[in-house]
């Protein structure tokens, strides 16, 4: 079956653009998860949907970052004013029961990289 | 301290041999452990799930849990050079149901 896809696997952006980072979770997954990867390190945790609720941002490292899941499906990241620290993999996870669980399934990711 | 911690490594064995992973975590009442494997350039995939003490097996995987010591561990049997990657330890507290906290993976190279 069809697993997390992400769109775009690659952006590009000049530093004071926005951008938009799409999620497809799997098809009746309730949970949805936003994940920051840098270099070297293991996936920060930015933000939690169960359906359409975002129920923790606690994550997400300032108000530029703004993430919905309008309908309980499709999940947008977006970042305005894009600084170069926002440079990173941005992976999205999907999972089938909510509170975390069950186990997390993840897309290939979009890598940002802001110039 | 880090809520997740790993032998960063690099971790290497002969093929043939077991791999030995370790974790351990500050939270006292996380309940769910999780390990991924991670290509490079790739996302994490998930290999093994424990959520009580003892051990689980998969194939040449088990997984070790012991609650009492905050810790899980990763075997990985007749280890082969395709298990070559970083594999990360993940935990999920329901304290702050939702959120899985990560390790930042121990990157593990197996020689033919």
């Known amino acids: 079956g069809a697993g997390v896809s992400q769109s775009p696997r690659y952006k590009v952006a000049k530093r004071g653009q926005d951008v938009a980072l799409r999620c497809d979770p799997i098809s009746g997954h309730v949970s949805l998860f936003w994940y920051q990867q840098a270099l070297g390190q293991g996936p920060e945790f930015l933000t939690y949907f169960q359906n359409e609720a975002q129920l923790d941002k606690s994550g997400l490292p300032s108000d530029r970052f703004f993430a919905e899941r309008p309908e309980g499906s499709v999940s947008t990241l977006k970042i305005q004013r894009t600084q170069q620290e926002d440079s990173a993999v941005y992976l999205c996870a999907s999972s089938l029961l909510g509170q975390g669980i069950s186990e997390q399934y993840f897309g290939p990711g979009t890598r940002l990289t802001v110039t | 301290q880090k809520e997740v911690e790993q032998n960063s490594g690099p971790l290497s064995v002969p093929e043939g041999a077991i791999a030995s992973l370790n974790c351990t975590y500050s939270d006292r009442v996380s309940q769910s452990f999780f390990w991924y494997r991670q290509y490079s350039g790739k996302s994490p995939e998930l290999i093994m799930s424990?959520?009580?003490?003892g051990d689980k097996e998969d194939g040449r995987f088990t997984a070790q849990l012991n609650k009492a010591s905050q810790y899980v561990s990763l075997l990985i049997r007749d280890s082969q050079p395709s298990d070559s990657a970083t594999y990360l330890c993940?935990?999920?507290?329901?304290?702050?149901?939702?959120?899985?906290?990560f390790g930042d993976g121990t990157t593990l190279t197996v020689k033919p």
């Open positions: 993940a935990v999920t507290s329901p304290a702050i149901a939702g959120k899985s906290t």
């Open positions: 424990i959520y009580s003490n």
